[in-house]
């Protein structure tokens, strides 16, 4: 079960090839979302102007604003929009959940090879490659998860728009400064149905990849011991992650649960060399100890992961390695580790 240094480099290749996989994502529906916003903006633009020509004593009342006809109008547009963004946002990550598929079962079985003697073939040693079908299982599982969190998107942002435009509205003696408060608003809450779709390109994404991984470790476990759980250790990975590096769990437990946006990896560990009936040493694991990692750091860089409580909290030692990490729920999402709060780490 030696992490090797091509152990390393292939992790390190895989990460690449999701980031750029989730790169042209990002790409995609960014842009979906900027020109369906520039062709709904000139009538939202029209119904502000109307709205605030309407103005009694300073103030564009709720009723008025309710009723507005042009107002309605646009609304309307935008949920037809944005059924069409979700619509959008699907058939992009069902077609990138296949490749995710076919990558992990590859990647796996290079990353096993990496672990093991060169003559490991020789002596009788091989990789079980999972059949069409479960693959197609878990393609098709994973695109029913899709469906269902896209689904609700349109009415949600389109009700988050309409809630904040229909609030009172002083207008006061700057009426542009105003319009122009709205048409931001309304922008932002129609943006954050964007956020939220890269969410869920990213993430389904990855965890198809690794829930290939899972499955293919099922199919495998005559070879193998478990699993590592592997973050990048920088200044951009949270503390959460950060902990979780380098803990390790049985072939049958699901993760790397991190955070939603996550890019954490599943590192297939095989069993000793020894369990394999290999009479030669097996050389030392290369997994870097993330404490070791961190405290080799810049006090800058230590702070900018940790922020400054946290940080001063797990230098005092009034809390440990494990603490930073917490396991929570979420509705319609699967349970994810992250960052444990300052204010219940300094309870604690």
Request: aromatic share 4%; hydrophobic share 40%; net charge neutral.
């Amino acid at each position: 079960m030696a992490i090797t240094q091509e152990t390393l480099r292939i992790v390190a290749d895989l990460r690449v090839r999701l980031e750029r996989m989730t790169d042209v994502q990002t790409l995609a529906l960014t842009r979906a979302w900027v020109e369906a916003w520039d062709a709904l903006a000139p009538d939202f633009q029209a119904a502000v102007v109307e709205l605030m020509a309407q103005a009694s004593n300073g103030v564009v009342s709720r009723s008025v604003v309710a009723k507005n006809i042009r107002l309605r109008d646009s609304l309307q547009a935008a949920r037809a929009m944005l059924d069409s963004l979700a619509a959008q946002t699907n058939t992009i990550v069902v077609n990138d959940v296949g490749a995710a598929v076919l990558d992990a079962l590859d990647t796996h079985s290079a990353l096993i090879s990496s672990q093991l003697p060169a003559n490991a073939a020789q002596v009788g040693v091989s990789f079980t490659r999972m059949s069409p079908e479960a693959l197609a299982a878990i393609v098709e599982r994973t695109t029913q998860q899709i469906h269902s969190t896209t689904r609700p998107l349109p009415a949600d942002v389109e009700r988050i728009m309409k809630r904040e435009l229909i609030r009172g509205i002083a207008v006061g003696d700057n009426p542009r400064r105003t319009a122009s408060r709205m048409m931001a608003k309304a922008e932002g809450r129609f943006n954050g149905g964007l956020t939220r779709a890269l969410t869920i390109a990213r993430t389904e994404t990855l965890d198809a990849h690794r829930a290939a991984t899972q499955a293919s470790e099922k199919a495998n476990t005559d070879l193998l011991a478990g699993w590592e759980w592997h973050a990048s250790l920088n200044a951009r990975t949270c503390p959460s992650c950060w902990a979780k590096h380098g803990t390790q769990y049985e072939n049958d437990v699901p993760g790397p649960l991190d955070h939603q946006n996550g890019r954490c990896a599943r590192v297939t560990l095989t069993k000793t060399w020894k369990e394999l009936g290999f009479n030669i040493k097996e050389p030392p694991s290369l997994t870097e100890n993330a404490e070791t990692v961190f405290n080799n750091l810049t006090p800058d860089t230590q702070k900018a992961i940790m922020g400054g409580q946290r940080l001063e909290l797990l230098q005092s030692g009034q809390i440990t390695w494990a603490d930073l990490s917490t396991k929570h729920s979420t509705d319609g999402w699967r349970d994810s580790f992250g960052a444990t709060p300052v204010k219940d780490l300094i309870s604690r």
